[in-house]
């Protein structure tokens, strides 16, 4: 597939011109719409028009056997276990100081309109009680209603961006906590911090960036920054700097050939 027309050297000297404390400036305006206060992002018309109408050609195709998951046997869910394991787009299930954290949960078929070419089977019962649920924004691939109802049933808990709250309660979750860029909350031993990211949101119903988005730094016995759905700003700068980050899990993958592998690399 041929990239599309990207001026690379223009982009790196407007991302690299703007002053870092604008991370901590004011993000919602009068009409209550959050914004990127260092990159106003364009309008959603000039992003999606020119995909729908683009004569670029798709992704080539691969061979089923290439995205083959590794059978799930569910024990890096155990008790005493220390792993980030990768379920697929930004999908991650850490396991951190007793901790069952979950990051952007995407286990169901599909995104809104776009389903799995690879279906990732994953039984919700071997789920320990009352896992830590991180959503980073309310896209349909990041945001996902059965996952989140589904996690909901094993009593879980919670973190989301601003005004992303209400949605999470009225599907039934008990314990949702709400923060703002750099706003944090601890949980047992474990604190989780939300993180500017570049970029956006939008779902059915609720308006263009009408709710908030970011990232984590999850802080333990080891520390973890998971960056949700971010273009590259100096935000990843200011945050290395900032903090001890002992992993960065920033996976990216297509929506319909996202696979389970697990890993288990926290020592």
């Known amino acids: 597939m041929s990239p599309p027309n990207f001026d690379e050297e223009a982009w790196y000297k407007t991302t690299k011109s703007y002053d870092t404390s ?5 993000h919602v ?8 206060p260092w990159l106003r992002m364009p309008s959603l018309s000039s ?9 670029r050609g798709g992704f080539p195709e691969f061979s089923l056997e290439e995205f083959e998951y590794i059978k799930n046997d569910y024990g890096y869910l ?3 276990n220390n792993s980030i394991s990768f379920l697929g787009h930004a999908s991650f299930i850490i396991k951190l100081d007793g901790a069952t954290i979950f990051t952007d949960p995407l286990l169901s078929d599909r995104a809104g309109l776009a389903s799995k070419k690879v279906k990732i089977p994953f039984n919700f019962d071997n789920v320990p009680l009352k896992p830590i649920v991180l ?3 309310n896209h349909y691939d990041h945001l996902d209603y059965q996952s989140v109802v589904e996690l909901i049933k094993k ?6 961006g601003l005004k992303v709250g209400d949605y999470i309660s009225g599907l039934g979750a008990k314990e949702v906590y709400e923060l703002d860029w750099w706003n944090n909350v601890t949980i047992d031993s474990v604190k989780y911090t939300f993180l500017p ?4 949101s939008l779902r059915f119903g609720q308006g263009a960036d009408k709710t908030l988005w970011g ?12 960056s949700g759905d971010s273009g590259y700003f100096r935000g990843f700068e200011e945050f290395g700097k900032r903090y001890a980050i002992d992993y960065a899990p920033l996976a990216w993958g297509l929506t319909n050939r996202a696979g389970l592998c697990t890993i288990n690399i926290l020592t």
């Not at 992003?47 to 004569?55: A, E, N, V």
């Not at 990211?197 to 956006?200: G, L, R, S, T, V």
């Open 197 to 200: 990211a570049q970029h956006w």
């Open 135 to 137: 959503i980073s924004h």
């Open 155 to 160: 009593d879980a808990i919670f973190i989301v």
């Open 215 to 226: 990232g984590f730094l999850i802080e333990g016995s080891k520390n973890v920054y998971f």
């Open 47 to 55: 992003l999606i028009l020119p995909r729908i109408f683009s004569k």
């Open 29 to 36: 305006d009068e009409d209550g719409k959050f914004f990127n």
């Open 78 to 80: 155990g008790e005493d």
């Open 22 to 26: 604008l991370l901590y400036a004011d």
